[in-house]
């Protein structure tokens, strides 16, 4: 499984962006993608999975209400709508492959992509 994550950029305080994910290769219909950032000298934290159905969709406390994960498998794509951002969360967020877990862990994902910088001003 392949992923390119991209649609990262400079947004302002209060703005939004959409990041995609790609999936190519391999797929299989047992991967769920998770979002995962990694801000500045801080380790790489969960922001959001869903599963291959999209049926289920879980959140970190940090961007629920804000932060949207949906995907559409005809164009093997997952989707991560982030609005309202904050600077704090200027991080690089990758997308990754991997079993549906409820405490997801970086050793969750099995495949990643190569991650899309986000930076957010004030």
């Known amino acids: 499984v392949q992923l390119q994550a991209y649609g990262g950029g400079l947004v302002q305080a209060g703005g939004s962006l959409r990041l995609a994910c790609a999936a190519s290769g391999r797929t299989s219909r047992s991967y769920a993608i998770y979002w995962f950032r990694q801000a500045p000298g801080k380790e790489r934290e969960f922001v959001a999975v869903?599963?291959?159905?999209?049926?289920?969709?879980y959140y970190s406390d940090s961007v629920k209400g804000r932060f949207t994960i949906s995907r559409d498998n005809a164009q093997n794509t997952v989707y991560l709508q982030m609005n309202s951002l904050k600077p704090e969360e200027t991080a690089v967020y990758y997308c990754?492959?991997?079993?549906?877990?409820?405490?997801?862990?970086?050793?969750?994902?099995?495949?990643w992509g190569q991650g899309t910088q986000v930076t957010v001003s004030s």
């Open positions: 990754a492959a991997g079993p549906l877990v409820l405490r997801p862990q970086v050793s969750t994902g099995r495949y």
């Open positions: 869903i599963s291959w159905s999209g049926g289920n969709t």
